[in-house]
Every structure is written in structure tokens, then in C-alpha cells.
């Protein structure tokens, strides 16, 4: 007889599939019995307290991180809920985990890793079609998009299709660190090919296997985009990630003033590094408008943040003419200045009269900067030579080595606070163990995106903001800052423990929210209580019943 190929167990089996709405074994008898489960699981019902202790449990036998990436992802499409409450329950541990820096290397194997199709694959092929593929997606209430060409994926390079694991990413970020829920979220990969040859020769990758098409068929491709999902997601915020810098300068400009959107490699990490600055200042007593800062790297990352300090420092009463005059910029070819002819348009602003230079430790000898900010990607580039320089100028030099993954830093936290004498105020892009020296044990700071973007994306979602200015970066990094304890300072520690991660982006949301209210630009009315407010939007990760 042949078998049978009757659906009427279907729906019962699907339940258990679909991980949003999956609990497992935390199923009660009831539930089992009135939707047809009963003998599809274990006879024993089990809380989430002890399926996340199995879960542990299976972790503490994986031996590196990438097996722990590979089988939480895993958790994730079997239960969602479990997934969350897995992440949620330790920050610290499990961030560097399902992101930076563990995310790299899954970028790296992505298609030799990948399982289920997680988020949507917008290809340059789709051009025309756009619209009708977004209504493909099951949610039509979708409140985040993030969207990435995979052409600059963390210190990395051209991923192409790789690159879809940082918008999966970064969006669950914003559920485990700020609470935004999950179904209003929604990983895109836009496939404009790649020119890395090693890819188009993978039997194993995921995209398309030709090179990147022309800037004008991008930016077609994009725009296109932009307006279906105005129209498909109405209400949705647009964030880019992880595009090229030219790219990602230029697609901000275009649209940071038309739709909701925004860049995190640009805002989220000038928003980081302004964290850092702030809790700085609170050690050296200074004022932000009072401060010279150095980039070395002059990319979409090193001016986003010069951007965000000068309107930091406007705020605080110079002039843009005033403020950009304390920022200076260092690039593979040397200083920024005005006699150099490759400078591209978002640099200009910075070239400032110097004798041309390839010298960095001479240029802060020179420019006699108060910090320095490595976004360089060049290991090593702070060199002990440029640590004891500024250490000579700054009785406590503020040193931000940001680029990542950790062999890309700039420098350690061991080198800045030895060749410092110990008076560095230290962060890194990258989490760097506790350092001792002469007696002391310091603190290294992680400079992480995932400090404020959270934040920034919870007051949005909460608000329904209609844009996103910089404004509300720069009020993500004064609350995540004003949460930096005295004893914390005193160890080193720039940045809030990652372990309280869900309280620091909640109450740095209400700061948030408070500048969205103040610009006007918040889609309901201001609540009574700001705070009550935000935390009401909060996802837990609880089963609710079945």
C-alpha cells in the first residue's frame, strides 16, 4: 500500500516549526490537547527557567564560538522565545556572540554555515519588481528594515550575499539590548554581486556571481526601494548597514531628510564614540567644545563621528566654522590638507592648513590633539611611539582604538595603558580582557554600536518617529554616559556593564524620546510619563498562552 499523504496532522507539526510561536516542551497539557500536540512531545512540561538551563547546558559543551553562533542560531529557528530569553539572560556573555565579533567570522562562512533563509534577498535582478516582492514578506507590519549591500562588512570588505548575518545582527540587537520586538523587524540583503573573486569561485555562496553593477544602477536600484517600502511598510524606518563608505555617505544625504532612515556605521558609531567622549570628560573635567580630536581614518565611520562632535559642540555654543576647526583627519595617504587632490567631498570640511605629513605621531605632536580615534582598520597603527606622544601632551590622553574585528585594532588595551604610564582613557571597537598594571587593574571600554542604536531604534519605534536626525544620537550618548557609575570611571570603564545592557538603552531611550517630542517629528501624542512610556513597548521574552 502506498503511503499515505494525508495534511490532517499538518497544523500541529507546523506549530511546533514556526519559532515565534513554538514553546516546546513548556507546552501544557491543555494546550496540547486542544491544538493537537499531545504525543508530538515528551510527556513532561517544562518551564522556560530549565529549558534555558538545557540550553547552557549544550552550550558549555561547544568549543568555540562560532560552534555556539552556529547552534544559536539554530535556537533561534526552532524558538524564538527561548532564543531571546537565552540572550537576555546574560548580555554579557552572549552579545559577543550572536554579534561582534563572532558575527565576522560567520560572515566569513556564511554560505558554507547557512541552514534557513532568515530575512529577505533583494537582488539587482528584481530591478521592477521590488514592490510586489516586499508584500512577499509575511508581516505587513513592519516598523525597521535593515538593509545591506554587503560591500563593507566590518573590517572585512566585499561579502556580497555573506554579509546578510549583520542585519540579522544587528536587528537582533535591538531586541536583545533595548527590547524592540522581533516581528516588526526585517534583515534585507541587497545583492548588487561582488567583486571578490574568491566568492564568485565558491560552489557554496549565495549570491549573485557577478561583479558589483555601476554606482548609477545602485543608486536606481535604491531608490526604488526606498519608495516600495514607503509604500508596502508605511510607518518603517530604513537602517543602513555596512554599505560602502561613498555609498553610505551619499544615500544618507540623499534621504536622511525625505524618509525615516538611518546609517549606523555613520550615526551609530559617531553615537558610541560620543558615549565614550562624554564619560571621558567627566574624568578630565573638561567640556566637549573645548576638546581636539584626530581621526585616523577619514572614511564614512571617522566623518560620521567628526560630524556628530561638531553639532555636539554647537550645541555646547561654537560655530560649525569653530568646531570643525578642532577636528583633523589622517588617511592612508597622510594628513587631511587643503594642498592634497584626492580628497572626496565629505573630507573637504576637514582639511585644514598643515604642512602635508605621513607622520602621525609627528601630526599629534603638531596638532596637539586631546584625543585621538582610530577607525582605520590598520592594526597596530598606534604604535608606542603615538601613545607616549599623546601621553607627553595630556595628562590623561583620550586614546579610541575602534576598528574591529580584533585583529584590525589599532592597538590593545595592554599597549595603550602600558605606553601610557597608566593614564590612558582607553576604548576599543573590540572587547579587550582587563588589564593589570603597576598595581591597578583596568577596565577596557567596548565603544559598541550596540550602546546606542537600540536606544535610538526603541524611542523610534515607541514614538513613531518620522525621521531621524543626529540630534537623537547625540541624546543616546548623554544617557548612555550619565550612566557610568564613579567606580566605573576610576577602573577605566567608559561604557555601561554590557550585563545591564536592557536598563542602560531603556533609560537612554527616554532621552531619546524627549528629543524626538522636542524636534516634533514623534507620530502620537507625549505620554504623561516618558519612562513608563518606553518600557510599555518593551518586548519580553515570555511564552504568552498558546
Not at 41 to 57: A, G, T
Not at 92 to 101: K, Q, S
Not at 335 to 351: G, H, T, V
Amino acid at each position: 500500500m502506498a503511503p499515505s499523504n494525508s495534511l490532517a496532522h499538518r497544523p500541529a507539526m507546523e506549530l511546533l516549526q514556526e519559532p515565534r510561536l513554538n514553546k516546546s516542551t513548556a507546552f501544557v497539557d491543555a494546550e496540547r490537547e486542544r491544538l493537537g500536540l499531545t504525543g508530538l512531545l515528551p510527556d513532561v512540561v517544562e518551564s522556560e527557567d530549565i529549558q534555558l538551563k538545557r540550553v547552557l547546558q549544550q552550550l558549555g559543551h561547544k568549543t568555540s564560538d562560532i560552534d555556539r553562533y552556529i547552534y544559536l542560531v539554530g535556537l533561534l529557528d526552532h524558538n524564538e522565545t527561548l532564543f531571546y530569553r537565552t540572550t537576555m539572560s546574560d548580555p554579557a556573555r552572549f552579545l559577543p556572540i550572536v554579534y561582534d565579533p563572532t558575527v565576522g567570522e560567520a560572515c566569513l562562512k556564511f554560505g558554507h554555515i547557512f541552514r534557513r533563509p532568515r530575512g529577505m534577498y533583494l537582488s539587482i535582478k528584481h530591478k521592477g519588481r521590488v514592490k510586489e516582492i516586499l508584500r512577499n514578506w509575511p508581516d505587513s507590519d513592519v516598523r525597521f528594515v535593515c538593509a545591506t549591500s554587503g560591500e563593507r562588512i566590518l573590517g572585512l570588505g566585499d561579502l556580497g550575499a555573506n554579509g546578510m548575518g549583520i542585519p540579522i545582527g544587528k536587528l537582533q540587537l535591538y531586541t536583545a539590548c533595548a527590547g524592540v520586538p522581533p516581528q516588526v523587524l526585517l534583515p534585507m540583503m541587497i545583492d548588487f554581486g561582488t567583486n571578490n573573486e574568491t566568492l564568485l569561485n565558491d560552489p557554496l555562496y549565495l549570491g549573485i556571481r557577478e561583479p558589483r553593477v555601476s554606482i548609477a544602477e545602485r543608486d536606481a536600484f535604491v531608490e526604488e526601494f526606498v519608495q516600495a517600502v514607503q509604500e508596502v511598510f508605511p510607518g518603517c524606518c530604513i537602517h543602513f548597514e555596512d554599505w560602502a563608505g561613498v555609498d553610505a555617505v551619499r544615500l544618507l544625504d540623499r534621504y536622511r531628510d525625505k524618509v525615516c532612515c538611518y546609517n549606523d556605521d555613520i550615526q551609530g558609531t559617531a553615537g558610541a564614540a560620543l558615549v565614550g567622549l562624554f564619560s571621558a570628560l567627566r574624568v578630565t573635567g573638561g567640556k566637549l567644545r573645548d576638546q581636539r580630536v584626530l581621526f585616523l581614518g577619514a572614511g564614512s565611520a571617522g566623518t560620521g563621528i567628526a560630524g556628530m562632535i561638531v553639532e555636539g559642540m554647537m550645541l555646547e555654543g561654537l560655530s560649525e566654522v569653530e568646531a570643525r576647526s578642532r577636528i583633523s583627519m589622517f588617511d592612508v595617504n597622510g594628513l587631511i590638507e587643503p594642498s592634497r587632490k584626492d580628497l572626496l567631498d565629505f573630507q573637504k570640511p576637514y582639511a585644514h592648513k598643515h604642512t602635508p605629513s605621513k607622520d602621525f605621531a609627528a601630526v599629534i605632536e603638531s596638532i596637539k590633539p586631546t584625543a585621538i580615534v582610530g577607525v582605520s582598520t590598520c592594526a597596530k597603527a598606534f604604535d608606542q611611539r603615538v601613545i607616549a606622544t599623546m601621553a607627553r601632551i595630556n595628562r590623561r590622553p583620550i586614546i579610541f582604538a575602534l576598528s574591529n574585528p580584533t585583529d584590525h585594532a589599532e592597538c590593545t588595551a595592554e599597549e595603550a595603558y602600558k605606553w601610557s604610564d597608566g593614564r590612558a582613557l582607553f576604548a576599543a571597537g573590540v572587547p579587550f580582557a582587563p588589564v593589570s598594571y603597576n598595581g591597578k587593574v583596568f577596565v577596557p571600554g567596548q565603544g559598541n554600536n550596540l550602546y546606542v542604536f537600540p536606544a535610538v531604534a526603541l524611542a523610534v519605534y515607541a514614538t513613531q518617529a518620522k525621521r531621524v536626525p543626529d540630534e537623537l544620537f547625540i541624546a543616546a550618548a548623554h544617557g548612555v554616559a550619565d550612566q557610568v557609575t564613579a567606580a566605573e570611571l576610576d577602573s577605566g570603564l567608559l561604557y555601561p556593564p554590557q550585563s545591564n545592557i536592557l536598563t542602560t538603552e531603556m533609560q537612554a531611550a527616554v532621552r531619546v524620546a524627549e528629543a524626538i517630542f522636542q524636534r516634533g517629528l514623534a507620530g502620537v501624542e507625549k505620554p504623561a510619563d516618558m519612562a513608563e512610556f518606553i518600557a510599555s513597548h518593551m518586548y519580553k521574552p515570555e511564552y504568552a498562552p498558546a
